[in-house]
Nanobody
Framework: QVQVVESGGGLVQAGDSLRLSCAVS????????MGWFRQAPGKEREFVAA????????RYADSVKGRFTISRDNAKNTMYLQMNSLKPEDTAVYYC????????????????????WGQGTQVTVSS
């Protein structure tokens, strides 16, 4: 059984940095394309960033481009989201998602394509 668990959320001030982690168990991380999504209060869940199995390809939402960096360490079965220059509008529950794929360079950016999801971790940015 595959489990996806996020960690690293918290309360920070605007301009601060935070790093989220996503651990995958039950199957090796290297078989998954991975992604981060977020859901703010009263809003739908939205795409944040995605990374291919190999780690060589990444995609970002325009709202986080240049501030957030997605990465992965397949040896540790862990994916990361480094968030810099945080803004109050980044406040949301952040979700990690995993999609098994045979293609090492595929990046998955749509919610419907992901099979496995974590429970989410809260990120709150105060002004």
């Amino acid at each position: 059984q595959v489990q996806v668990v996020e960690s690293g959320g918290g309360l920070v001030q605007a301009g601060d940095s935070l790093r989220l982690s996503c651990a995958v168990s039950g199957r090796t991380l290297s078989t998954y394309a991975m992604g981060w999504f977020r859901q703010a209060p009263g809003k739908e869940r939205e795409f944040v960033a995605a990374i291919s199995r190999s780690g060589g390809n990444t995609r970002y939402a325009d709202s986080v481009k240049g501030r957030f960096t997605i990465s992965r360490d397949n040896a540790k079965n862990t994916m990361y989201l480094q968030m810099n220059s945080l803004k109050p509008e980044d406040t949301a529950v952040y979700y990690c998602a995993a999609e098994p794929t045979v293609y090492p360079i595929t990046v998955v950016t749509t919610e419907d394509q992901y099979d496995y999801w974590g429970q989410g971790t809260q990120v709150t940015v105060s002004s």
